[in-house]
């Protein structure tokens, strides 16, 4: 009998009343993982910053392998580890970077995570946000090319075959939107911008990814939102994207119908 498999969608930088926060479709995907067999669902969902919740028969899928896999040009290969390679975005600066560092040294001696080296890009990624006439957060890359570059060194030297990407995203202190998310009433100003980095990534590497963005670690606020509260715990968001990505599926490829990959900008 085939396994009875559900698939969870939260779009992204949207304002989705469920989902649309630091992980605030977990108890949903919860839920549901509990009376299905299998559990297909993307970052947006499962990631809570330092926060995550271990579902067996979940997988984590980035969102354009998850678009490639419903159209049927890409499967998707269950893995007992993955080796995840760390890119850290040349903008962060000294102190932040070794935050994160420190956190991805945590789920390597806590959680036992296979980790290999990180690489620091070669350039400043200069993340932008952007919003969109309709309200929907996005955003661009400067440079993409350094990225790509430093994806490529993980991938074929260190052989790493999932992608956790930290870039330094704009500090909008004091800004309507941040406020508003942060009382539980907006939209996620980063899951745009975060989305593109992602995509591009897997669209041009096939392997598992996805990004914690790096910010300064905003004031205490007393009417803060339980549901925008996951991600102001402490000074990253990294360790629920290494959880995640340490199990989560391969790509296989169906070259007939796959679109090529895209070439270095």
Request: aromatic share 6%; glycine share 8%; with cysteine.
């Amino acid at each position: 009998m085939r396994p009875y498999t559900v698939v969870l969608i939260v779009p992204t930088g949207v304002g989705a009343s469920i989902g649309g926060y630091a992980g605030d479709a977990l108890p949903v995907a919860r839920a549901i993982a509990q009376i299905c067999d299998r559990l297909i669902t993307h970052p947006n969902v499962l990631n809570g910053a330092q926060l995550y919740w271990n579902l067996p028969n979940a997988l984590y899928v980035e969102g354009f392998g998850l678009d490639k896999f419903a159209a049927g040009c890409w499967g998707l290969q269950p893995v007992h580890q993955n080796r995840v390679g760390l890119i850290l975005d040349q903008g962060i600066e000294p102190d932040l970077r070794l935050r994160h560092l420190q956190a991805a040294d945590a789920t390597r001696a806590t959680l036992g995570l296979n980790l290999t080296d990180y690489v620091i890009t070669d350039a400043p990624l200069n993340v932008e946000l952007r919003t969109a006439a309709s309200g929907a957060s996005w955003g661009t890359i400067g440079n993409p090319g350094s990225l790509l570059r430093a994806a490529e060194v993980l991938i074929q030297q260190a052989k790493a075959n999932a992608i956790a990407v930290v870039a330094r995203f704009p500090d909008d202190l004091g800004s309507y939107a941040l406020e508003a998310y942060r009382h539980g009433q907006g939209v996620d100003p980063l899951a745009g911008a975060e989305a593109v980095i992602s995509h591009l990534i897997v669209r041009t590497f096939q392997v598992p990814c996805a990004h914690a963005p790096a910010l300064t670690p905003l004031p205490l606020d007393p009417n803060l939102s339980p549901r925008s509260a996951a991600e102001e715990l402490g000074y990253t968001f990294l360790p629920c994207v290494l959880v995640g990505l340490s199990r989560a599926p391969q790509f296989i490829i169906n070259s007939k119908t796959s679109l090529s990959p895209s070439p270095h900008p």
